[in-house]
């Protein structure tokens, strides 16, 4: 798959931006690892800009927003109703950060956090409706949540959107594969559940991780690295493809992954 057109089934990841405290840097240093065309937003979009790979979207990158939030990757979950999904929120035990509310004409956004604290963005979509290439080099490919609890957070998605999992890998470090609601066993899974062996490193929350694609990985990483990125992963051969994860240089953590053109 690559090209994405309308919008995206409820459940599906359908969009990733990065809040930075340096736009600027950052539309630099993803120009150069992945090839985006970085286009600036309209003026009330207060400094967030979308990112293009063959004239279509694929992320988006803006300034924080809030006083003490980290330098990081949101993923996006689709949802045709951001009001009813923020309702489910609380019920499944998770908490809302940032209320529904109109982005532009885009469409209508909420943030929220689930129970194991993993910070997660849902997205209702209005002229906008997510990413428009994917499964490719340089576009999003993959989110998976990586918590200290993956029996709650699977419950808590499987509320909001009646995800069911295939489980698989090592018994001492299961991967949960998730699945849309009715879907097939032949299906493609939409995201991953995964708790860590010897868990999250401490001081460090559950979180959501966005994977792009490489048709080099070694290289895509390489190249990050000289543009003042970190390898916190280094390039390793995975069951999905060659795959390591980086730090940005603004402290932001994203996934590389094989995706050959």
Same mark, same amino acid.
């Given at each position: 798959?690559?090209?994405?057109?309308?919008?995206?089934?409820?459940?599906? #990841? /359908? =969009?990733?931006?990065?809040?930075?405290? @340096?736009?600027? $840097? +950052?539309?630099? %240093? !993803?120009?150069?690892? &992945?090839? *985006?065309?970085?286009?600036?937003?309209?003026?009330?979009?207060?400094?967030?800009?979308?990112?293009?790979?063959?004239?279509?979207?694929?992320?988006?990158?803006?300034?924080?927003?809030?006083?003490?939030?980290?330098?990081?990757?949101?993923?996006?979950?689709?949802?045709?109703?951001?009001?009813?999904?923020?309702?489910?929120?609380?019920?499944?035990?998770?908490?809302?950060?940032?209320?529904?509310?109109?982005?532009?004409?885009?469409?209508?956004?909420?943030?929220?956090?689930?129970?194991?604290?993993?910070?997660?963005?849902?997205?209702?979509?209005?002229?906008?409706?997510?990413?428009?290439?994917?499964?490719?080099?340089?576009? #999003? /490919? =993959?989110?998976?949540?990586?918590?200290? @609890?993956?029996? $709650? +957070?699977?419950? %808590? !998605?499987?509320?909001? &959107?009646? *995800?069911?999992?295939?489980?698989?890998?090592?018994?001492?470090?299961?991967?949960?594969?998730?699945?849309?609601?009715?879907?097939?066993?032949?299906?493609?899974?939409?995201?991953?559940?995964?708790?860590?062996?010897?868990?999250?490193?401490?001081?460090?929350?559950?979180?959501?991780?966005?994977?792009?694609?490489?048709?080099?990985?070694?290289?895509?990483?390489?190249?990050?690295?000289?543009?003042?990125?970190?390898?916190?992963?280094?390039?390793?051969?995975?069951?999905?493809?060659?795959?390591?994860?980086?730090?940005?240089?603004?402290?932001?953590?994203?996934?590389?992954?094989?995706?050959?053109?």
């Amino acid at each position: 798959m690559s090209e994405h057109d309308g919008r995206w089934t409820e459940g599906t #990841p /359908c =969009w990733s931006d990065l809040g930075v405290p @340096d736009v600027d $840097a +950052a539309r630099t %240093f !993803y120009t150069d690892v &992945f090839g *985006w065309h970085v286009e600036d937003g309209p003026a009330e979009a207060g400094g967030y800009v979308t990112a293009l790979l063959g004239g279509r979207p694929v992320a988006g990158i803006g300034p924080l927003t809030g006083e003490g939030q980290p330098p990081s990757w949101t993923a996006y979950l689709a949802t045709d109703d951001v009001y009813a999904i923020t309702a489910r929120v609380i019920t499944a035990g998770g908490s809302v950060l940032t209320p529904a509310f109109d982005v532009l004409d885009a469409g209508r956004m909420a943030i929220a956090a689930d129970p194991t604290g993993a910070v997660v963005g849902l997205w209702q979509a209005g002229a906008h409706d997510g990413s428009g290439r994917v499964n490719e080099p340089g576009a #999003p /490919c =993959w989110a998976e949540v990586h918590t200290r @609890d993956a029996e $709650a +957070a699977k419950a %808590f !998605y499987t509320a909001l &959107f009646g *995800w069911s999992y295939d489980v698989f890998g090592d018994p001492s470090e299961p991967y949960a594969s998730a699945k849309l609601p009715g879907a097939p066993a032949e299906a493609d899974p939409v995201a991953g559940v995964f708790a860590p062996p010897g868990g999250l490193p401490e001081g460090v929350p559950a979180y959501w991780l966005t994977w792009f694609g490489s048709d080099d990985t070694d290289g895509t990483v390489d190249l990050a690295v000289q543009r003042g990125g970190t390898a916190l992963m280094e390039p390793f051969d995975s069951p999905f493809g060659r795959s390591a994860i980086v730090l940005g240089p603004q402290g932001e953590v994203f996934g590389v992954v094989a995706m050959p053109a």
